[in-house]
């Protein structure tokens, strides 16, 4: 069940923040070089980091037994989804997913009064979403349990049948 919690975990932080790993022959460098100018006025790093930290927090708080283990994730998550070693990733998802245009135009809202609430909020509602999210499965858990071992057993009635 534990580990079931931290790949869920791992999911909604690579969901949220990672989307698809792209090619870097797909995306344009006007729309990189915008998308790196759009992350400082979102001050990405550090909003990103704090998206982190509350996600293994919430770890914490629902499997307390972890506690002693927190700086043990939050140097793995570091090392392998910190800020430096995605940026160039992210930057190529918004080259694919958005023209120069949009991303200069994202650029400008995140720079209003309301963007700038939205980018502080930001770690805040991915930890939520991603609580809410949790909770809603681990209060049904028993229904997938109850779902897999049905279609288990219906694959297993099946592997029997053609070698009768």
Do not use: H
């Not at 006007?30 to 400082?40: G, R, T, V």
């Not at 790093?45 to 002693?68: A, D, F, H, S």
């Not at 080259?95 to 200069?104: D, H, P, R």
């Amino acid at each position: 069940m534990r580990l079931v919690s931290i790949q869920a975990f791992i999911l909604c932080v690579t969901i949220t923040l990672i989307g698809q790993t792209l090619n870097a022959k797909e995306a344009n460098k006007p729309a990189i070089k915008a998308a790196y100018q759009l992350f400082e006025t979102l001050d990405l790093p550090n909003t990103y980091k704090k998206t982190v930290i509350q996600l293994v927090n919430m770890q914490i708080q629902q499997n307390p037994q972890i506690e002693p283990f927190q700086e043990v994730m939050l140097n793995f998550f570091e090392k392998y989804m910190g800020w430096e070693s995605i940026k160039d990733d992210i930057a190529r998802l918004y080259a694919e997913k958005f023209t120069t245009s949009e991303i200069n135009q994202l650029k400008q809202f995140y720079r209003t009064p309301l963007g700038q609430k939205a980018t502080r909020l930001l770690p805040e509602l991915t930890a939520a979403g991603a609580a809410i999210g949790q909770q809603r499965v681990q209060t049904n858990m028993a229904e997938l349990q109850k779902a897999m071992a049905a279609k288990a057993k219906e694959l297993q009635s099946q592997q029997k049948k053609p070698g009768q």
